[in-house]
C-alpha cells in the first residue's frame, strides 16, 4: 500500500482491538467469523410474533440468545431487546481486547467512552407499550417507557453497566448510524478526548408494526416466505428487496501506543472516512450515484490511499433492485476501472439488513478478511443481474491478502458514509 502522503503526527493513530457480535449467524468473533467464511444464511421464520396473515413473514433474527442473562430481574421489563443485544456485544468486546473495566481506577474509565449507531433504537419497545396502555393489560407497561424509548438510553445502558464514565453518545443517520458512530468514536481518541472508545451499532426492528411500515414501501422480499434462507440475494437479477435484521456489533477502539503497550491484538486500523448527502428523498437513492461515489472517493483521500490500494469492498447491498444497481455504478465512479479487479461482498445476503448496525456489521466481515485473508461471500447469487456486473465473490468464499478494505453504507434520507481499514504496520 503506498500511502500519498504521511499522516498527521499530531493526531493518534487509531486501532481496533477488539470485537463483540451477537448476529443471526452466530454469537461471539468466532462463531460469527466462521458462518460467514461457510456461507450461512440467519435468515427464517419469524417466530416472535404471529405473522401468518403478514405479506412478508421472515427476517434475519437472534436465535437462542439468552437476553435475560443480561440483565438484572427488576430490569427485565423496563428496557427494550436492544439494550441486552448491546450489553452482550459490549462485554464480548472487552473480553476480546482484554480489558476488565471494573478492575480499572475511576480515573481510567473516565477516559473510555461510548459511542453506538442506531436507527429505530427502542421503536419496539414503544409499540409494545402503545399495546399494553390502549389493548392492555396496563400492569405489563414499563414506568421507563419514555427514557428506554429514546435512542441516548442506549449508551446510558452501556456507561452504566460497565461504570464508564466518559463520553455516553448515540448517533442515528438512518443505516449509516454505526459506521458514523465509529469514524466519530475514532476522532475523540484521535484528538486526545478519551483513550479507549466502545462504539459500534445495534438495532432489533422486529415488531408487527415496524414490518408493516417497511412493507408499506415496498422494501421487503415477500416472495420468499417458504425458502426463507434464499430470500436475501443482493446483485441477483431475480432480487426482489431486502430482509430485515436484528444484532449487535461493536469494537474496542484504542489509541495505538496504548495498544502496544498491553501488547493487545491489533485487528486493524482506522485510515479514513467520507460522508455526502445526495439531497434527494426520504428513503432512495439519487439514480446517478454520485454523492455515495464521492463518499467514498473522500474516504480514500482522507486515508492517503488511491483506489488501485483497495484489495477489498464490503457493500451495503441491500437486495433491493435500485439500491443494488445504483451502488455499483457508484462502485465504478470512485474506483474507475480497479473497481473490477477488486473482491466484494454483501453481508446483508448472510445477515438481513439490521437497519443502524449495518455499517458495523460490514466492518465486522471487513476486518475478518484483513485478519483471516479469506473475503466473505454474497450468499445467493447464481445468477448477477447483467448491470450489476463487479466481483462479488458469489456463494463460496475467497482466499486472498487484503491489506486495505473500503466499507460502504447508504442510508435513507439519502445519506452515504465508507470507512478506510487497514491492516497494522509500523
Not at 500500500?1 to 482491538?17: E, G, H, N, W
Not at 468514536?185 to 484528538?191: F, M
Not at 417458504?226 to 430482509?243: K, L
Not at 478478511?369 to 450468499?379: E, F, L, S
Request: aromatic fraction near 8%.
Amino acid at each position: 500500500m503506498a500511502r500519498s502522503s504521511k499522516p498527521d503526527p499530531i493526531r493518534r493513530r487509531v486501532v481496533i482491538t477488539g470485537m463483540g457480535f451477537v448476529s443471526p449467524i452466530g454469537i461471539g468473533r468466532d462463531a460469527f467469523w466462521k458462518s460467514l467464511h461457510e456461507g450461512v444464511s440467519g435468515v427464517r421464520r419469524i417466530s416472535a410474533f404471529d405473522v401468518s396473515d403478514s405479506a412478508v413473514q421472515i427476517a434475519a433474527d437472534v436465535p437462542d440468545f439468552d437476553w435475560q442473562s443480561e440483565l438484572q430481574v427488576k430490569d427485565r421489563k423496563h428496557v427494550p431487546r436492544t439494550v441486552p443485544l448491546l450489553l452482550a456485544a459490549v462485554r464480548e468486546a472487552f473480553r476480546d481486547a482484554n480489558i476488565e473495566p471494573a478492575e480499572l481506577p475511576i480515573e481510567a474509565r473516565r477516559k473510555i467512552g461510548v459511542q453506538i449507531g442506531t436507527g429505530g433504537g427502542g421503536l419496539a419497545f414503544t409499540e409494545k407499550h402503545y399495546e399494553y396502555w390502549f389493548v392492555g393489560p396496563r400492569h405489563g407497561a414499563s414506568v421507563y417507557i419514555i427514557p428506554s424509548s429514546t435512542h441516548g438510553g442506549l449508551s446510558s445502558e452501556v456507561s452504566m453497566a460497565f461504570g464508564l464514565r466518559g463520553l455516553s453518545h448515540v448517533v442515528s443517520t438512518g443505516c449509516t448510524s454505526s459506521t458514523d458512530a465509529i469514524f466519530y468514536a475514532s476522532q475523540h481518541i484521535a484528538s486526545g478526548r478519551q483513550d479507549i472508545m466502545v462504539a459500534g451499532g445495534v438495532d432489533a426492528p422486529l415488531a408487527p408494526g415496524i414490518l408493516a411500515g417497511f412493507n408499506l414501501m415496498t422494501v421487503l422480499t415477500n416472495q420468499w416466505n417458504d425458502d426463507p434462507q434464499r430470500a436475501s440475494r443482493p446483485f441477483s437479477r431475480d432480487r426482489s428487496g431486502m430482509v430485515l435484521g436484528e444484532g449487535s456489533y461493536v469494537y474496542v477502539l484504542e489509541e495505538l501506543e496504548s495498544a502496544l503497550f498491553r501488547e493487545a491484538t491489533i485487528y486493524a486500523e482506522i485510515l479514513g472516512y467520507g460522508s455526502t448527502c445526495d439531497a434527494y428523498h426520504r428513503v432512495r437513492l439519487d439514480d446517478s450515484g454520485e454523492e455515495p461515489a464521492r463518499a467514498m472517493a473522500i474516504a480514500l483521500q482522507d486515508a492517503c490511499i488511491t483506489p488501485a490500494d483497495v484489495d477489498y469492498v464490503n457493500l451495503h447491498g441491500t437486495s433491493t433492485t435500485l439500491n443494488d444497481k445504483i451502488e455499483t455504478s457508484a462502485l465504478k465512479h470512485a474506483l474507475g476501472e480497479h473497481a473490477y479487479r477488486i473482491p466484494m461482498s454483501g453481508t446483508k445476503s448472510q445477515v438481513g439488513h439490521p437497519q443502524g448496525a449495518s455499517g458495523a456489521a460490514g466492518i465486522g466481515a471487513a476486518i475478518c478478511a484483513i485478519t483471516t485473508g479469506i473475503v466473505p461471500p454474497t450468499i445467493n447469487l447464481d445468477v448477477p443481474d447483467p448491470e450489476c456486473d463487479l466481483d462479488y465473490v458469489p456463494n463460496v468464499a475467497r482466499k486472498t491478502e487484503v491489506n486495505v478494505a473500503l466499507c460502504n453504507c447508504i442510508g435513507f434520507g439519502s445519506k452515504n458514509s465508507a470507512l478506510v481499514f487497514a491492516r497494522y504496520a509500523e
